[in-house]
């Protein structure tokens, strides 16, 4: 759900690794959402999505699994590379009167150690 | 993916000036483009939802004359920051939703604002 933090969370991990980044949402009315990556002076860049009937998604070296009953999202990145360090943050789509709104999750941020 | 770009990248500006950010989608017809302010190491807070001929939308404690949007074409929206303040530094990012994929939205590279 929408969360502000002060303070991001950090995963450091080393290059070749896989890395597993987490995300809570609160409306279970969510029924869509979307995984992004944002580097340093950077707007945030799509990385993959997944639709509330599904619970799991591929891509290139990505994953992202949907659990629904505990509200919890993760986004699984496989070999990591020095490329990879950025902040991500999930985002959950909720359909409003107006349309369709995206709140942001607070966001983790990833080092990867060569 | 779509393609978004803001211009300028980054700009400093005095007290007290206005300025205006640009954000358009390169490659598709934006009905709703979306403004976020992002501060040093927190998310992405919406500002306004900006859609094309008709007024804004602004979220709960974003004043409207403060922050003016204009969405005149299909394109092309933009942002004044009107008699800006120190503390209206921030980040700017403006999004574009995709017409085809009604829940995805697509990020410009953002504008970083320093007032003195």
């Known amino acids: 759900g929408e969360s502000v933090g002060l303070h991001l969370p950090t995963l450091s991990v080393q290059e070749g690794d896989n890395s597993i980044i987490n995300c809570a949402y609160s409306?279970?009315?969510?029924?869509?959402f979307i995984w992004y990556k944002q580097e340093s002076g950077k707007g945030p860049q799509f990385i993959i999505d997944?639709?509330?009937?599904?619970d799991k998604r591929q891509g290139q070296r990505v994953t992202v699994l949907l659990n629904k009953t505990v509200k919890h999202l993760s986004l699984q990145i496989a070999a990591t590379q020095p490329g990879d360090s950025a902040v991500y943050f999930c985002?959950?789509?909720?359909?409003?009167?107006?349309?369709?709104?995206?709140?942001f999750g607070g966001g983790t941020r990833l080092m990867v150690k060569p | 993916g779509a393609v978004v770009s803001q211009h300028p990248s980054r700009v400093i500006c005095k007290s007290g000036t206005s300025v205006k950010i640009e954000c358009r989608s390169l490659?598709?017809?934006?009905?709703?483009m979306f403004w976020y302010r992002q501060f040093p190491k927190q998310s992405l807070m919406l500002m306004a939802t900006?859609?094309?001929?008709?007024?804004?939308?602004?979220e709960q404690g974003v004043e409207k004359d403060k922050f003016l949007i204009n969405h005149a074409s299909l394109t092309l929206s933009t942002l004044t920051v009107t008699s800006a303040h120190p503390e209206d530094s921030s980040f700017y990012i403006c999004?574009?939703?995709?017409?085809?994929?009604?829940?995805?939205?697509?990020f410009g590279p953002g504008t970083r604002l320093l007032v003195l």
């Open positions: 999004s574009a939703r995709d017409p085809s994929r009604q829940e995805t939205q697509y």
């Open positions: 409306n279970s009315a969510s029924d869509y």
């Open positions: 997944i639709r509330s009937n599904m």
């Open positions: 985002a959950e789509n909720i359909r409003i009167d107006a349309g369709n709104m995206l709140t």
């Open positions: 490659d598709f017809q934006a009905t709703t």
């Open positions: 900006s859609n094309e001929g008709s007024k804004a939308t602004y």
